[in-house]
């Protein structure tokens, strides 16, 4: 078996120069195409899920596409969803802190508090 061509990441890189013209104004995304995957453009972005919305109604996803779930023992949240887009599967990703549990108040007098 032979490595992949770039010309055989030819339909994400396409749809990523799409983006870059069409959607500029959006906060950018880490990028990653991939010859293990060559029909897949991955974009993630980082610490801030309101970036994540941004893409995904500019992509026209729908809310209920959307998966949620945690990772590192609760304290990242994560949202994913993926497309056909313009010929090739796209996979978008938002990752953020998930805030911190929050913390026990005691009343004087009620023998919880130190």
Do not use: I
């Not at 195409?33 to 610490?47: E, G, I, M, Q």
């Not at 549990?101 to 005691?106: F, L, N, Q």
């Amino acid at each position: 078996m032979s490595a992949p061509t770039l010309g055989e990441l030819k339909a994400p890189l396409l749809v990523l120069r799409m983006l870059a013209v069409e959607f500029a104004h959006l906060p950018a995304p880490c990028v990653s195409v991939s010859a293990v995957y060559p029909n897949r453009l991955d974009l993630s972005v980082h610490d801030d899920l309101t970036a994540f919305e941004a893409w995904r109604e500019a992509l026209g996803l729908a809310p209920e596409s959307v998966s949620y779930h945690e990772q590192s023992d609760g304290r990242t949240r994560v949202l994913e969803a993926q497309t056909q887009y313009a010929g090739a599967q796209l996979h978008l990703t938002g990752y953020a802190k998930a805030p911190a549990p929050a913390r026990p108040v005691y009343l004087a007098g009620t023998g919880g508090g130190g």
